[in-house]
Protein backbone atom coordinates (compact mmCIF):
# COMPACT_ATOMS: atom_id res chain seq x y z
CA UNK A 1 0.00 0.00 0.00
CA UNK A 2 2.63 2.74 1.22
CA UNK A 3 6.14 2.18 -0.06
CA UNK A 4 8.82 1.89 2.67
CA UNK A 5 9.79 5.53 3.23
CA UNK A 6 6.59 6.68 3.32
CA UNK A 7 6.18 4.49 5.43
CA UNK A 8 8.88 5.52 8.39
CA UNK A 9 7.65 9.34 7.36
CA UNK A 10 4.23 8.73 8.29
CA UNK A 11 5.74 7.37 11.53
CA UNK A 12 8.06 10.29 12.17
CA UNK A 13 5.34 12.58 11.98
CA UNK A 14 2.61 10.14 14.21
CA UNK A 15 5.25 10.75 16.59
CA UNK A 16 5.85 14.31 16.36
CA UNK A 17 2.19 14.66 16.79
CA UNK A 18 2.77 12.32 20.15
CA UNK A 19 5.13 14.61 21.37
CA UNK A 20 2.82 17.59 21.06
CA UNK A 21 0.02 15.49 22.96
CA UNK A 22 2.27 14.93 25.68
CA UNK A 23 3.49 18.40 25.81
CA UNK A 24 0.13 19.46 25.83
CA UNK A 25 -0.61 17.06 28.97
CA UNK A 26 -2.84 15.23 26.67
CA UNK A 27 -0.77 12.05 27.71
CA UNK A 28 -3.49 9.43 26.79
CA UNK A 29 -3.69 10.89 23.20
CA UNK A 30 -0.20 10.56 22.97
CA UNK A 31 0.52 7.12 24.39
CA UNK A 32 -2.17 6.17 21.34
CA UNK A 33 -0.29 7.75 18.84
CA UNK A 34 2.29 6.68 19.55
CA UNK A 35 0.99 2.92 19.23
CA UNK A 36 -0.36 4.38 15.98
CA UNK A 37 3.09 5.15 14.74
CA UNK A 38 4.42 1.64 16.18
CA UNK A 39 1.77 -0.15 13.77
CA UNK A 40 3.59 1.95 11.00
CA UNK A 41 7.14 0.65 12.13
CA UNK A 42 5.83 -2.67 12.45
CA UNK A 43 4.58 -3.07 8.73
CA UNK A 44 8.17 -1.26 7.81
CA UNK A 45 9.73 -4.42 9.00
CA UNK A 46 6.56 -6.96 8.09
CA UNK A 47 4.90 -6.05 4.75
CA UNK A 48 1.23 -6.29 5.10
CA UNK A 49 0.43 -7.59 1.78
CA UNK A 50 3.47 -10.96 2.46
CA UNK A 51 1.73 -11.17 6.26
CA UNK A 52 -1.25 -11.84 3.92
CA UNK A 53 -0.04 -14.16 1.41
CA UNK A 54 1.14 -16.58 4.14
CA UNK A 55 -1.94 -16.31 6.08
CA UNK A 56 -3.59 -17.66 3.01
CA UNK A 57 -0.97 -20.19 2.04
CA UNK A 58 -1.39 -21.32 6.03
CA UNK A 59 -5.42 -22.24 4.78
CA UNK A 60 -4.01 -24.08 1.76
CA UNK A 61 -5.71 -20.96 -0.33
CA UNK A 62 -2.64 -20.55 -3.44
CA UNK A 63 -5.07 -18.42 -5.87
CA UNK A 64 -5.59 -15.50 -2.67
CA UNK A 65 -1.47 -15.67 -1.63
CA UNK A 66 -0.68 -14.80 -5.18
CA UNK A 67 -3.61 -12.14 -5.13
CA UNK A 68 -2.07 -11.08 -2.08
CA UNK A 69 1.38 -10.99 -3.80
CA UNK A 70 0.41 -9.31 -7.12
CA UNK A 71 -0.27 -6.09 -5.18
CA UNK A 72 3.54 -5.80 -4.73
CA UNK A 73 4.46 -4.45 -8.18
CA UNK A 74 8.17 -3.93 -7.38
CA UNK A 75 9.43 -5.64 -5.22
CA UNK A 76 12.88 -4.16 -5.52
CA UNK A 77 11.68 -0.71 -4.28
CA UNK A 78 9.12 -1.73 -2.61
CA UNK A 79 10.28 -4.26 -0.35
CA UNK A 80 14.00 -4.42 2.70
CA UNK A 81 16.18 -7.20 1.46
CA UNK A 82 14.96 -9.90 3.80
CA UNK A 83 11.17 -9.39 2.64
CA UNK A 84 12.14 -9.29 -0.72
CA UNK A 85 14.07 -13.15 -0.39
CA UNK A 86 10.41 -14.41 1.16
CA UNK A 87 9.01 -12.83 -2.09
CA UNK A 88 10.62 -14.75 -4.06
CA UNK A 89 10.18 -17.77 -1.61
CA UNK A 90 6.46 -17.35 -2.04
CA UNK A 91 6.36 -16.76 -5.56
CA UNK A 92 8.96 -19.67 -5.71
CA UNK A 93 5.81 -21.92 -3.72
CA UNK A 94 3.68 -20.72 -6.21
CA UNK A 95 5.48 -21.50 -9.72
CA UNK A 96 6.16 -24.88 -7.98
CA UNK A 97 3.50 -26.63 -9.70
CA UNK A 98 3.51 -25.10 -12.90
CA UNK A 99 7.41 -24.33 -13.90
CA UNK A 100 9.68 -25.98 -12.47
CA UNK A 101 12.78 -24.08 -14.36
CA UNK A 102 10.84 -20.63 -13.07
CA UNK A 103 10.70 -22.12 -9.80
CA UNK A 104 14.41 -22.98 -9.61
CA UNK A 105 15.43 -19.37 -10.32
CA UNK A 106 13.12 -17.84 -7.63
CA UNK A 107 13.82 -20.31 -4.83
CA UNK A 108 17.93 -19.75 -5.55
CA UNK A 109 16.83 -16.13 -5.64
CA UNK A 110 15.27 -15.99 -2.53
CA UNK A 111 18.34 -17.83 -0.64
CA UNK A 112 20.73 -15.53 -2.54
CA UNK A 113 19.00 -12.33 -0.71
CA UNK A 114 19.16 -14.05 2.49
CA UNK A 115 15.72 -16.25 4.07
CA UNK A 116 16.23 -15.65 7.88
CA UNK A 117 14.43 -18.36 9.38
CA UNK A 118 16.22 -22.31 9.57
CA UNK A 119 12.53 -24.08 8.69
CA UNK A 120 11.72 -21.67 5.40
CA UNK A 121 15.62 -22.36 4.50
CA UNK A 122 15.29 -26.11 4.34
CA UNK A 123 11.74 -25.94 2.69
CA UNK A 124 13.98 -23.90 -0.32
CA UNK A 125 16.76 -26.26 -0.61
CA UNK A 126 14.33 -29.51 -0.60
CA UNK A 127 12.13 -27.62 -3.05
CA UNK A 128 15.29 -27.04 -5.03
CA UNK A 129 16.95 -30.21 -4.69
CA UNK A 130 13.27 -31.65 -5.98
CA UNK A 131 14.10 -29.13 -9.31
CA UNK A 132 17.41 -30.79 -9.58
CA UNK A 133 15.74 -34.33 -9.12
CA UNK A 134 13.31 -33.55 -12.04
CA UNK A 135 15.94 -32.42 -13.98
CA UNK A 136 17.63 -36.02 -13.68
CA UNK A 137 20.60 -33.95 -11.32
CA UNK A 138 21.09 -36.74 -8.72
CA UNK A 139 24.25 -35.66 -7.28
CA UNK A 140 22.80 -31.76 -6.64
CA UNK A 141 19.65 -33.16 -5.06
CA UNK A 142 21.55 -34.91 -2.84
CA UNK A 143 23.39 -32.53 -1.73
CA UNK A 144 20.07 -29.85 -1.34
CA UNK A 145 18.41 -32.84 0.45
CA UNK A 146 21.37 -32.77 3.04
CA UNK A 147 21.48 -29.48 3.66
CA UNK A 148 17.69 -29.59 4.11
CA UNK A 149 17.72 -32.36 6.83
CA UNK A 150 20.51 -30.29 8.81
CA UNK A 151 18.36 -27.23 8.83
CA UNK A 152 15.16 -28.97 9.45
CA UNK A 153 15.69 -29.28 12.89
CA UNK A 154 11.98 -29.61 14.90
CA UNK A 155 11.37 -32.15 11.86
CA UNK A 156 8.71 -30.50 10.29
CA UNK A 157 10.65 -31.84 6.31
CA UNK A 158 11.13 -35.23 7.67
CA UNK A 159 8.77 -37.16 5.48
CA UNK A 160 8.93 -34.97 2.66
CA UNK A 161 12.41 -35.80 2.86
CA UNK A 162 12.32 -39.32 3.10
CA UNK A 163 9.68 -39.46 0.03
CA UNK A 164 12.19 -38.10 -2.00
CA UNK A 165 15.08 -40.60 -0.84
CA UNK A 166 12.95 -43.19 -2.11
CA UNK A 167 12.11 -41.34 -5.32
CA UNK A 168 15.98 -40.80 -5.99
CA UNK A 169 16.56 -44.75 -5.42
CA UNK A 170 13.79 -44.99 -8.62
CA UNK A 171 16.25 -42.91 -11.01
Do not use: C
Amino acid sequence: MFSKYIKLVIALAISVWAVFQFIDESIMNGIMLLLLAGVFVFFYFKNEFLLLAFLQIRKQNFPGAQKWLGFIKNPTSALIKSQEAYYYFLQGLMVTQTSMTKAEKLFKKALSLGLKMDHNIAMAKLNLAGVAMHKRRKREATLLMNEAKKLDKHGMLKEQIQMMKQQMKKM
